[in-house]
């Protein structure tokens, strides 16, 4: 595996790509040692870019080759013993590949690496970024569970460097296993429920909310030292017998065992040369006192805080739906298995519980915790996708198609096209553009054509789907976009002929901009929503500009639902295509599919009926006649055919566009070359 290392002066900047094993094999050679040689000489204070190998390009530094190392830092370390210990922790755990520590002993750097289930690594810059931040997050929550100290939190990009540095008792393992990781499609965010239930499942038993034994040793003497440090003052090197009486007796009150209590002292006090006498006073204090554990230096506000966090945890599972934008809330040991929006009601039912049980709480420290980033994110469409089993290999989106009798040789593919771009829709595979294609199912009532577009979403998704929506409120049809998986345009010919580019320019929004009641400022939310639509008329298109927007297609019969639908398997089948590099757009040959299937789709106004009847395009070889469409308009009405004095002369231009009709622009307008039969 190669790195690369960086070195920048007042005269230039330069990287280097070198391989990492004779780097680690460098750091652990003496300076000025033989064996480390030119190398040495070459590294000295250079940074390391231990997660790919990099370029210089207009004097930035370009990643080249990512090789899946993450960076973790342990800082704020007292000296080489604790530096010690946390290289030895790392090393217990078998993805760590190298560990080692400053000269100060003050930091440690841990690299550990990743990869994808399929052994590969993203290879695109987009995709390098997001694997990356969830790898350095992952990263953190693995080795923090087993180091005795913080773990940094920055440092998820790629561009993150580390110190070459001399460490004789540095850690390397060349075979060190990688850490699992499928390819993400977002930024990590705030936790999700489904992490918060996997974390509710940690078997050590937890004295207060959130925090292991260890933890909770840890927060209970600190307040128990800066309550003795309150009443004491800043501690004299020649007495310190009043303060450690005073934090004795504070660490005996919040029930820190004797032995913890000592160790903390001489960690936090710098006091191993005066073990003993810490030892002693301890001793004493814990040997005469009464009522260990009764007296804990919290201050009311952090007990009902802990209190009121340990309960909401203990008896009701909250998370905040992202599609819904409320908190829902399930209570725990009750035969519900139902989610259930969070109300007035039940924030008073839930104070109520508290205080029964002793707690301090009031209906405003339930709102208070509801509404924060205690709950969980839950996002109802990613939680569903990404807990997919395997896809088996058996297409199943074409069938789900040949469901819906029709003569329409295209429908199949087109269909599973569609299929594609709504998942993808879903995943936000796509920040620039949506799934602006919609399919647009014509028939007989009673022909099934509502249910079958239900059918599509899975049992877990159909709080999701949206039928009969009023394009003419257009605030509601851009929050659904936000808010909906699926949207079905029911009775699709309602749809007004002055609705259409409002529908079109939605369709095709990638991002929903909105300003939220009782909102100032506008935001940006993430489009979920992908359309279909129904129609029992046959005349349904009405925009002249084209129809590459719909995929028609005419039932020739009732749908059939004699097979159940394997969603898991749909779906699963769509994930895997996608992740494969399947296209999930349309593109320049199946629109014109499209175009052509959908003529027989297409209304014709009476001023485009009486046009073809009366006139048609004139040949580049004809001489014609070259007027203007008010001229056009004109002479059909002398044929007092049809009343057309409520026609738009820019309606009837475009209808002309439409049928190719040869244009020119002159000063006087637009004139159209025909020749009337």
Known sequence: MNISYFKESTVKKSIRNISFADVMECMQEEPGRAKAGLLAKRLKGASLLCTSTFALKDGLRV????????????????????????????????QTLAAYADTCGTRVY???LFTRPDGALPRTEEEVKLFHAHAHRRAVRLYQGQIPFPVDTGGDTPEV?????????????????????????????????QEAVQADNDPLRRQMPGYSRTDQLSLLFETSLKSALTQCGPPEDTNLKPLLVLLATNCFGSGIPEEEAVQSALLHLQLKLRETEVRTTFRNVYGK?????????????????????????????????????????????????????????LLNSIALNGQEEGIK??????????????????????????????????????????????????????????????????R???????????????????????????NLLPPELRAYYAEGVDVGNKRNTEMYLSRFALINMDEFDQVKESQQGFLKHVMQKPVVTIRKPHQASVESLRRYASFIATSNHYDVLTDTSGSRRFICVRLTGPISYREKINHDQLYAQAMHEIKRGERYWFEGPEEAILSETNKEFQVQVPAEQLFLQFFRAAESTEKGE????????????????????????????????????????????????????
Request: with cysteine.
């Open 428 to 454: 936000g595979i796509n920040k620039k553009h949506a799934n602006s294609t919609a399919p647009l199912l014509v028939g007989a009532q009673g022909t099934g054509k509502s249910t079958f577009c239900l």
């Open 110 to 112: 841990i690299l550990v």
């Open 289 to 345: 006192n009464n009522g260990f554990g009764e007296k804990i230096c919290l201050a009311a506000e952090q007990l009902l805080a802990l209190q009121t966090d340990e309960f909401m945890k203990r008896r009701y599972e909250l998370r905040y739906n992202t599609l819904k934008d409320e908190v829902e809330c399930r209570e725990r040991g009750l035969y519900s298995y139902d989610f259930v929006k969070v109300n007035p009601r």
């Open 161 to 193: 460097s580390c110190p070459f540095v001399h460490d004789a008792t540095r850690y390397y393992a060349p075979q060190a296993k990688p850490v699992l990781q499928s390819q993400p499609t977002e930024m990590p965010g705030e936790a999700t429920w």
């Open 63 to 94: 990643p080249t080759n990512y090789n899946g190392v993450v960076v973790l830092q342990v800082s704020n370390l007292t000296g080489p013993a604790e530096a010690s210990l946390v290289k030895q922790t790392a090393a217990e755990l078998p």
């Open 626 to 677: 070259k007027l203007l469409a008010v001229e056009i308009l004109g002479r059909l009405q002398e044929k007092k055919l049809f009343n057309l004095s409520a026609t738009k002369i820019i309606h009837f231009g475009r209808i002309l566009h439409k049928h190719q009709i040869p244009s020119k622009r002159t000063q006087t307008g637009t004139i159209y070359h025909v020749v009337e039969k």
């Open 361 to 426: 709480m009031w209906d405003r420290d339930v709102n208070r915790y509801i509404y924060s980033d205690r709950v969980p994110r839950f996002s109802p469409i990613d939680h569903y996708l990404y807990s997919l089993p395997e896809w088996d290999g058996k297409d199943r989106i074409r069938p789900l198609a040949e469901t819906i009798p029709c003569n329409n040789p295209h429908w199949r593919n087109l269909f599973h096209r569609w299929f594609l771009g709504m998942v993808a829709q879903w």
